[in-house]
């Protein structure tokens, strides 16, 4: 089965951000469920209220001091086998210092199918020394034998708006997600049957987020007895441990989602639709990690920075558009993506979020284009490829106060740091 079969097909949601002159949607794979992210037209002509500041400390589920010893947990599906490798050490800023050029890389949904692309991007990252987050679907580790063990908030037990894996995929996904974890990268989740719309994450309460939620740690701690794959290696992690965030499909229902996500201790979410390029807030507590407008090339438009929102500015809701433009809409989204980078690259220091999906649309141009900006950004002086989990870490070490004053900058603003960083 190719990786186009796992997939829905969605109906396309318009967003109102007119003033940008776009239709912002992302899908969870190939053909799939379109994500709508987007601030509302009354958001494009203000500035965002005043953001709570960070904690100043760390934040989350605290490490347990290892023995040294793996231990097996569950069913062995997971085990505990100490910190994460390959993980940066946050540091304070010094008075004066400039801030690192943070790029988050993320994935929804994290399939390995027959594109391969989930392997392909850690050789990508491991050649670019960039970290990436991958927002794991849960229900892509449960056979589509077993689809009734998933009880969807509304829907009928095992109905989904996306396919179930094949054998071979749900083994294949969990020899990457193993491979991942020990790379450095960090592991979320894309929670699991990918509703939008009527019944969809917007219309849930907090107690069926909360549902959905232990739905999708139970999915990765149980795979072995759900699959019977007795005799694979568990994952190197602690889902427990390791799960503080993810990203809602169709980014709806952020508002009930962060209620739940606190009862689990979750430290960052990547579901808000949409906002300017700016440092990073928190909400209830928990980091708030949007999607990003981007200057679009050639235009006066602003673009969401996710593959699907490049796709439906060069060819609608068509993913096969036409081959003759292919190689013209691959460097309009590269030089997208670059766009944004530059302007806080150059001036605010501000995070530039990234999110994708693995997917072959338009002859596979945004996954090539998300290849190119990688190498170009990646290696560049002052600039960290890290996972949200990474950008959560730092931030958490950061003065309060000095955060407050670098998000009251505008993204280009070109900055004496010894003025903001004091």
Known sequence: MSKRNVLGTPALVTVAALAFGLTACGSDAQDGDRETASPSPDSAQQRPAPPEGGSGKPSGKPEEK??????????????????????????????????PQFVVFSWDGALEGDDHLFSHFREVAEQNNAKMTFFLTGTYLLPKSKASMYKPPQHKPGESAISYATDEHIKDTLRQVRGAWLDGHEIGTHFNGHFCGPKGGGDWSAEEWKSEIRQAYSFVENWKTNTGYKNLPPLPFDYKKELVGGRAPCLEGQKN?????????????????????????????????????????????????????????????????????????????????????????????????????????????????????????????GVRCVSFKQLADWLDAQDPKVLNRMRDLDPAQVTDWSTVVK
């Open 66 to 99: 290892w023995d040294g010893k793996v231990k097996v947990l569950g069913d062995g599906s997971t085990s505990y086998t100490g910190p994460q490798p390959k993980q940066p050490k946050p540091a304070k800023l010094k008075p004066g210092e400039k801030p």
């Open 257 to 381: 989602l962060l209620t739940a996500a606190k009862d689990f201790k979750w430290r960052y979410d990547a579901s808000s639709p949409g906002d300017f390029q700016i440092w990073p807030s928190q909400k209830n507590g928990i980091w708030n990690f949007p999607l990003q407008l981007l200057p679009y090339p050639q235009s006066e438009k602003q673009v969401l920075s996710m593959d699907f929102n490049f796709l439906f500015n060069q060819s609608g809701d068509n993913t096969k558009g036409d081959p003759a433009k292919y190689a013209q809409w691959r460097k309009l989204t590269r030089d997208g993506y670059l766009n944004g980078f530059n302007r806080v690259y150059h001036g605010s220091r501000a995070p530039l979020f990234i999110g994708n999906h693995f997917e072959d649309w338009n002859g596979g141009i945004y996954m090539k284009a998300i290849e190119d900006v990688m190498k170009a950004v990646c290696k560049k002086d």
